[in-house]
């Protein structure tokens, strides 16, 4: 059973960082694709990016237009966390983010919230 678990989230001022965590378990392929969504107070869920993590260095990524050039995914050497860094930060960005298996929210964990405010 997949389970995905997210953490990292906070409050941050207009133009600074966070780096969101996805601890993941439960893969029986040794290539996985890894999807950020997120959920803004009285929205429904949206694409962020997501992240293809594959054998040996294959690592493929992709962005929603909203986060391109401020948001970067990545993975940790033993290929079992997967991070969101985000830079330049806006109050749009304020939301719950989920890590989960399809672009959807599909086996999400509990999120985690984030808050960009002045």
């Known amino acids: 059973e997949v389970q995905l678990v997210e953490s990292g989230g906070g409050l941050v001022q207009p133009g600074g960082s966070l780096r969101l965590s996805c601890a993941a378990s439960g893969f029986t ?10 959920q803004a107070p009285g929205r429904g869920l949206e694409w962020v990016s997501a992240i293809y993590s594959g054998p040996g260095s294959t690592v493929y990524a992709d962005y929603a237009d909203s986060v391109k050039g401020r948001f970067a995914v990545s993975r940790d050497n033993a290929k079992t966390t997967l991070y969101l860094q985000m830079d330049s930060l806006k109050t749009e960005d304020t ?6 298996t399809d672009r959807f929210g599909g086996s ?3 999120g985690t919230q984030v808050t960009v405010s002045s």
Not at 29 to 38: M, Q
Not at 95 to 100: H, R, S
């Open 29 to 38: 392929s040794s290539g996985y694709w890894i999807y950020w969504v997120r």
């Open 95 to 100: 939301g719950v983010y989920y890590c989960a």
């Open 108 to 110: 999400r964990g509990q």
